[in-house]
């Protein structure tokens, strides 16, 4: 095998564009190639104001002034960049299908596949095709067989590189991780690749960390990897509606069986609900493929964890609903974040899109800040539901940068991503700015629960009777 000195990436998104940059950064012997159809993506990558990167990752925008235009390129001149490198990643998205056999279910592989058949007829040596999306299991051996019989008889070995990095973090996840995986077939040239993408990641990572399996083991490790996170945090959940029934503590029980090493103290924190890209879509994979196989047990087990996640979703704005004397329609409510979670300006399967629409069913009038998130993402999300017209839409959901302003004459404010900036807001100023009786419904737990009841609120915590 020869040494990789040309790398390229087919998907500039939030897995491609961190996990390349990283590469570039500790690897400036390889020429990394990140590629992108869509234009305006690439534009951002290449922008002169770091300030204006198409995603938002602490310690990113440093990596990218080191390495961009030394060893670190983005484009749109897809072909090219295939044609030139030695091993190729493909980032694609790959949703859940919204139409067709296994519609809510099976990840759409059709960016994918579309990917695979322009490398098929873009090679012209032999190549290293990585599969860094997540994918549902066996979705290497139809990338292979797309390209041996595609192709110009060049030969492809294809290995499954699953990402494990957390937005927010993924750039110390990178430098730092856990460990990587390489899933590839056991033939001399299948070692050979393994060994290669190995020698990448071993310019910063203790050869320890470094995992080879077949590739099917790296493919499902990758799903049962996210299940079993998003399990934890449903099963939290789940105790969290039982505290606010009785007098437990849901931070006293997270902390009690955290303790246990066998449990260990992450992922244990109640929530409105697991939001992202990957634990649904994830899981839902997994739950797809036992069904195929004839699994129901399987297949039930873990779709529990949805459905869990999605009573939570349901019950908070359930109990916002409750505590407004049985109606919102007309009150004003206020949504503090919108993002899954705290750091990231990504929107994807965030509590806070249901939670809106569960209220604005009830015609209440929802005020959304979010530090990071924009305007027109937080209605593309609303009507991407279809749960009414994008002109109701607007009218009944504003979005605002002013968090105090937003604030004023609320019947209520809903914290819905745990930004730090939210813990250290002037409450008392809040309070006066504030209809009364005023409510807060604190869906993260970030605020002092004494304080917040001195300062006059009703305040509800998540997890606390
Ligand atoms: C996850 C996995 O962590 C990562 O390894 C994988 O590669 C991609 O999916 P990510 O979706 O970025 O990463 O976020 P993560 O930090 O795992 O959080 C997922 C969701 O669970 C968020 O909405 C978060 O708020 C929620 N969560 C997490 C909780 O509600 N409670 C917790 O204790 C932990
Ligand atoms: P992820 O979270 O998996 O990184 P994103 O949606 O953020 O997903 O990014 C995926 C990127 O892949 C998008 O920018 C999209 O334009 C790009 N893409 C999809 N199909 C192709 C293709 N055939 N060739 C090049 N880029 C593609």
Redesign the pocket.
Known sequence: MKKITKICCIGAGYVGGPTMSVIANKCPHIAVTVVDINEDRIAQWNTPNLDNLPIYEPGLKEIIRESRGKNLFFSTDVDKAIDEAQMIFISVNTPTKTYGKGKGQAADLKFVELCARNIAKVAKEDKIVVEKSTLPVRTAEAIKNILDHTGNGVVFEILSNP?????GTAIDDLLNADRVLIGGDDTPAGKAAKNALSDIYENWLPKERILQTNVWSSELSKLV??AF?AQR?SSINSISALCEKTDANIAEISRAIGFDSRIGPK???A?VG??????QKDILNLVYIARSFGLKEVADYWEQVIIMNDYQKRRFADHIIQSLYNTVSGKKIVLYGWA??KDTNDTRESAAIHIADALMDERAEIVVYDPKVSEERIYADLDYLETRTPDENRTLLKVVSNPMEASREAHGIAVVTEWDEFKSYDWTKIYELMLKPAFIFDGRRILDTQNMRQIGFNYYKIGEA
Not at 163 to 167: D, G
Not at 274 to 279: D, L, V, W
Request: negative net charge; contains cysteine.
């Open positions: 990402e494990f990095l957390a937005e990897a996210n996170l945090v992922f244990l924190n929530s697991f939001g992202g890209s990957c634990f899954f979670k």
